[in-house]
Every structure is written in structure tokens, then in C-alpha cells.
């Protein structure tokens, strides 16, 4: 007997979007629509609050299958599996031969060798290193200073090399964006990658270039720009190496994109689906006899941006969900960094942490059991094609530049990097970009200065640089060097809240206050309320405060402040909590500080530092480069 299928709802007419629109903006009693829900994004399209089939029309790739070109749903069309990878810093050949080793039974099926002294790359260390490990089950990736042509020649004589798969971190024009200055000249870079790329042609499963986009991530750009300057840094490598006469499938076949992926969650899965289908296009027009040539091979690492050493286990919360967006956009491996990669050499536990946060998404959430997991999304579905639109158009632009390269040395991506990041700076000055415990709900009580070896910061610059070099850095840096400061000062500062008058708004207002001096580290005594200011100013002064900060009404403070800045006399600063319309009255009178939403949060806290605090020696000593 045929089992009869039943539609689900019918029950229910269909609603139409002009429907929708009428409900919201009756909804909306007036306001703007495009003002009020709208949102206009970093990378410069707009995203509206809701989507619906009728969307999807004019995308042209919906009809394609995981695994077929232009490959936007993805390399495979089996399922969504991923290698789960982690990177050993190698200054001990035997130690890290054995750690390498004692991986691959913890779940890491991709392992990174990132080397620092040229020294210990020999053929016998090469063969000690690998010795442990099962080549045809692991990927296996360098990153080493130099050519890598010596490192390529002990890989090739390692027993069983044909087994090996992997990649090299080989990336002269990420080196010389982020330096100013590469090893060699970029032209001897271009001659280096033919040589890799045909002493490795077996075996073929070895990449020997790499697109390092994080750095531009990493630099505070944005989701486009990454996108759009890692597929001009790939269009400059096939061309600079057909030009060679290496043949375009060879030179596609080597090449692997590293990303950073950060926490705009759904941005960051759109971006890897955008990826392979402009990558795909790029390929296209070099004419490869393989179609699968123009696939693009993909690694992710967790961003570094966004990450903190003040309340570190919030990263792991950080990296969760970026490692759920690299899954979801369909990476082919993933690096989730330790949570206190930040501050100190990771140890077991972060790393196993770290493991396991890719293990639970493919043990206990089966994200690798379905291929494009996104697709038919109507909101991701539509913020692939802008996505793909904007990074699409300023890829042409650079193109239209001469290309990547060229672009790089007349300062024109520099530029817009910088941008970015000055943006995403003030972001983080004011608050608008959040930082949870760091300049936003900090820990009053957590100490870190004794828990530091370094702190992860970043000056790459070369000393006879011959470009401006992109600046990599981390959003809570500054606020970072600022509470250490704080830590190591001679006497910690205190701040009194002289909370007074209305009940509501002395107690939001003290609440607003103590949070955004926390941020500095300073000891907060709040209160619940005094009948008089000159109450207040006594209890304040009793107490020793540094800073007093008067937390009531507008309408009180037009007697209330300079009442309590007479009583004063001096002896602290006092701060008003809010912006009153009588703001400038107020100033006029000698009240001089007012913090309040629209603060910078970032340059007040410095200003009440370089006041208050007598440094007990540098903070640049915790940062190394």
C-alpha cells in the first residue's frame, strides 16, 4: 500500500511580503523602516530584518550540487568533513616529534610544524620529526623562514614521502604585506614557488603555496577586504606563474587559502561559501583542462582579533561559534587557537580544549554529516551574493590597480586596511564593539599580571622595510596595557559613587559607572544612597577616593554637581554620570568630566590613568613581537 503524504499547515493562507511589510510598519508606528531596521554593514551593503523565497530568483547557483562547479556549496559531494588541526612550535626535534605523534590518538587528524631556526631543518631531523606519524592519515603542514627548498628536499627524502599530504606556509606576498620586507625579492619568491611547485609534483597531494587572508582579518579589515585581497593575491600568484610557464592546473592545485574567522557568525559562513565561488571564476579564465583545478582549497584558524587576556575563558566561548561558522561555510581544516595562546605558551589543558571544541561539533553535533548546511538559507543565501558582490568589485578595482601586487606597493590596500581598522579601533574605544570582560563587564577582582609570560602583540615591520607593511593587532590591546598598568601601579585608584536623589537613575547611573571605570582596573565602592551631597562627599573622602562620581537625575544635578565639587575642594575628581541638556552650564561651572553612552570609554580611562596611577614599571615589557 503507497503511504499517502500529507501537507503539513495547509490550514494557514499564505502570507505575502507586501502583507509583512504592512504589519511591520503599522508595528513600527511611524518610524522609518529602512532607518530603524535596516542595518548597514562594515563591508558596505545593507542586510534587511527579513527574507523570502522570492529572494533567492536572481541567485544563479541554487541548481548546483555540493562538489560541482563554481563549488560555492562546497568541494565535496559525499559529506562535511573537516580535519581537525594543531600546530606544534618546533624547537626540540624530539619533543615535538612525540607530541606529533601522541596526536593523532586525541583526534587531530592535521598537524602543523611551524618552525623558527632554519638550523634544525635537516634531512635526519625531517625523518625524525615524521617518524611517529601515519603519512597517509594525517595531513601534514611547514611553516619555516627561507625558500623552503631545503625543507622540500628533506621532506622528498623521507621514506614514504608518496604517502605524505599537506601544505607549506610558502607565502612571499603575505611576508612582504605584513613585514614591509620579505627573505628575498618578491621576484626570487615568484622563481621559488615554480621550483616547490615542481619538485613536488609528487606527491600531488602537497600544496606548496599559501594564501595567508588572515593577516588581513587579523589586521582589523573587513569580511570583504579579506575576501577581495586573498583572491587578488591568488590571481597575482597563477599569473606571475603561467608567465613562468607553470602550467594553471599546477599552479591552482598548489595553492591553499588560510582565512581568520571571526564572530559575525553568519557573515563568516557566507564569506567561505563566497570564496570558492569567485575563486572558481578567477580559475576559469585561465582556462584549466580540469575543471576541479579551480576549487578552493581552504584553512581556518580561529581569529585573533577579538580575543582577550582579561577573562580568557571567554574565548573559548569566542572560538566556539567561529569554529561553528568555518563548519558551516565548509572549510577543509580548522585551527581553533587555546585560549591562553594570548598571554602564555598553551598547555595540555587549552589544547585539549581547544581539540575538543571540534570534537563535540563532530561527535555530539554531526556537523559533518551533511554537506552545505547553509544552503537554502534565505538570509545566508542572499549575504553569500552580496558578500560576493562587494568583494567581487573590489577585486576589480584592485585589478584595474595592476594588480595585487602593485597595489600593495602604491599603499592602496595599506590604506584601506587602515581604515578598517581605525573604525573597528573606535569600535572598540566606545563600546560599540563589545569585549565581554574587557571593556565591558570586567572582573573587578581578577588579577593577571602574575599569571603573564608575554603577551601575544604584533610588530612585524622590518627595519629597512620597502613597503608600508599592514599593522596586525588585537582589539583589547590598548585597554589591556592600560589595566596592567593599573595592576602595577603603587596605589590602585579608587572610585566612590555618590549616588543621590532618584532612585532609578542613581542606581543605573552607578551602575553605567562602575562598569566603564572597571575597564581600567580601578576598586569601584558603590553605594545604595545618601540624603545629602555633603553626606556623600564626607563618606567619599572617609573612604579615600580618587575619583567621585555623582550618579542622579539631570534635573538634581543642576545644584547637586557643582554643590559637590565645592565640598571637594580638590581633593578628588568629580565625574558627573550622563550628558544633562544643561552639559555646558555645568562646564562653565567647573565641572569639567561627564562620562556617559556616547564616551570614549578607551581615551577617558587613559587620561584618569596618566593622572592617577605612578606606573611601577613598563607594561611594554609584557608584549613581545
Known amino acids: 500500500m503507497q503511504k499517502k503524504e500529507t501537507k503539513l499547515f495547509t490550514e494557514f493562507p499564505p502570507v505575502s511580503t507586501e502583507e509583512w511589510m504592512q504589519k511591520i510598519k503599522a508595528d513600527l508606528k511611524g518610524a522609518d523602516f529602512e532607518k530603524k531596521l535596516v542595518w548597514r554593514t562594515q563591508e558596505g551593503f545593507n542586510v534587511r530584518p527579513f527574507y523570502r523565497e522570492e529572494d533567492l530568483e536572481q541567485l544563479m547557483y541554487l541548481d548546483v550540487l555540493p562538489g560541482d562547479f563554481p563549488f560555492v556549496r562546497g568541494n565535496s559531494k559525499k559529506d562535511n568533513e573537516w580535519l581537525i588541526r594543531q600546530d ?12 606529533a605523534s601522541g596526536l593523532q590518538n586525541k583526534g587531530v587528524t592535521s598537524i602543523g610544524f611551524i618552525f623558527e631556526n632554519e638550523a634544525l631543518i635537516t634531512k635526519e631531523n625531517i625523518a625524525a620529526l615524521l617518524s611517529g ?16 627548498s631545503k625543507l622540500t628536499d628533506a621532506i622528498l627524502s ?28 618578491i621576484e626570487e619568491g615568484f622563481d621559488f614557488a615554480k621550483e616547490l611547485i615542481e619538485k613536488t609534483k609528487q ?18 579589515s573587513t569580511i570583504v577586504q579579506e575576501l577581495g585581497f586573498s583572491l587578488s593575491m591568488g590571481n597575482e600568484y597563477i599569473a606571475q606563474l603561467t608567465d613562468r610557464d607553470v602550467d594553471v592546473d599546477d599552479v591552482a592545485k598548489n595553492i591553499k587559502f588560510n582565512f581568520s574567522v571571526g564572530p559575525n557568525y553568519f557573515m563568516e559562513i557566507a564569506k567561505l561559501r563566497a570564496a570558492r565561488l569567485l575563486w572558481a571564476a578567477i580559475v576559469e579564465q585561465y582556462s584549466p583542462k580540469d575543471k576541479a583545478s579551480a576549487k578552493m582549497h581552504i584553512h581556518c584558524e580561529t581569529a585573533e582579533w577579538n580575543k582577550t587576556i582579561y577573562d580568557p575563558y571567554v574565548n573559548m566561548l569566542r572560538t566556539q561559534t567561529e569554529a561553528m561558522s568555518a563548519v558551516l561555510g565548509g572549510t577543509q581544516s580548522l585551527a581553533v587557537l587555546p585560549f591562553d595562546i594570548f598571554f602564555k605558551e598553551p598547555d595540555e589543558f587549552s589544547e585539549r580544549i581547544a581539540r575538543n571544541q571540534q570534537l563535540l561539533l563532530k561527535e ?10 547553509a544552503a537554502g538559507s534565505y538570509y545566508i543565501e542572499n549575504l553569500t551574493d552580496s558578500i560576493a558582490a562587494e568583494a567581487w568589485k573590489l577585486f576589480k578595482e584592485i585589478e584595474g590597480i595592476g594588480g595585487y601586487l602593485k597595489a600593495l606597493k602604491e599603499g592602496f590596500i595599506q590604506k584601506l586596511v587602515k581604515t578598517s581598522a581605525d573604525n573597528r579601533r573606535k569600535a572598540a574605544a566606545t563600546r560599540r564593539e563589545k569585549m565581554l ?44 596595557k592600560l589595566r596592567l598598568a593599573t595592576e602595577r601601579a603603587d596605589k590602585q585608584p579608587v572610585v566612590f559613587m555618590l549616588t543621590y536623589g532618584n532612585l532609578a537613575m542613581r542606581l543605573a ?10 575597564c581600567a582596573g580601578y576598586k569601584i565602592i558603590d553605594n545604595i544612597g545618601f540624603k545629602t551631597i555633603e553626606e556623600g562627599v564626607e563618606a567619599a573622602k572617609k573612604a579615600g577616593a580618587d575619583i567621585v562620581v555623582l550618579c ?59 593622572r592617577l596611577t605612578q606606573r611601577h614599571g613598563d607594561t611594554e615589557l609584557f608584549y613581545e613581537n
Open 133 to 148: 606519524i601515519d603519512l597517509g592519515s594525517t595531513e601534514i603542514n611547514f611553516t619555516a623562514p627561507g625558500n623552503y
Open 158 to 185: 623521507v621514506p614514504d614521502s608518496e604517502k605524505l599530504y599537506g601544505s607549506f606556509g610558502f607565502d612571499p606576498l603575505g611576508t612582504l604585506a605584513v613585514t614591509g620586507k620579505g627573505c628575498y625579492s
Open 364 to 373: 555530539e553535533s554531526y556537523f559533518d554529516k551533511v554537506e552545505d548546511i
Open 88 to 99: 606544534i612550535k618546533v624547537t626540540d626535534i624530539e619533543e615535538a616529534g612525540k607530541k
Open 437 to 480: 570582560g574587557t571593556n565591558e563587564y570586567p572582573n573587578l577582582t581578577e588579577q593577571i599580571v602574575d599569571k603573564i609570560e608575554k603577551v601575544r602583540c604584533y610588530d612585524l615591520k622590518a627595519d629597512d622595510a620597502v613597503i608600508e607593511p599592514i599593522q596586525l593587532f588585537r582589539g583589547a590591546e590598548e585597554y589591556e
Open 509 to 518: 547611573r552607578s551602575q553605567f559607572s562602575g562598569n566603564f571605570f572597571g
Open 552 to 610: 542622579s537625575s539631570d534635573d538634581e544635578y543642576t545644584e547637586a554637581a557643582p554643590r559637590a565639587l565645592e565640598l571637594l575642594n580638590g581633593e578628588a575628581i568629580l565625574v558627573v554620570a550622563g550628558a544633562p541638556a544643561n552639559m555646558d552650564e555645568l562646564k562653565a561651572k567647573g565641572v569639567e568630566h561627564l562620562i556617559h553612552i556616547r564616551s570614549n570609554v578607551l581615551e577617558t580611562l587613559q587620561m584618569f590613568n596618566d
Open 203 to 220: 606527491p600531488t597531494g602537497f600544496k606548496t603555496i599559501s594564501i595567508n587572508a588572515k593577516h588581513f582579518g587579523n589586521a582589523g
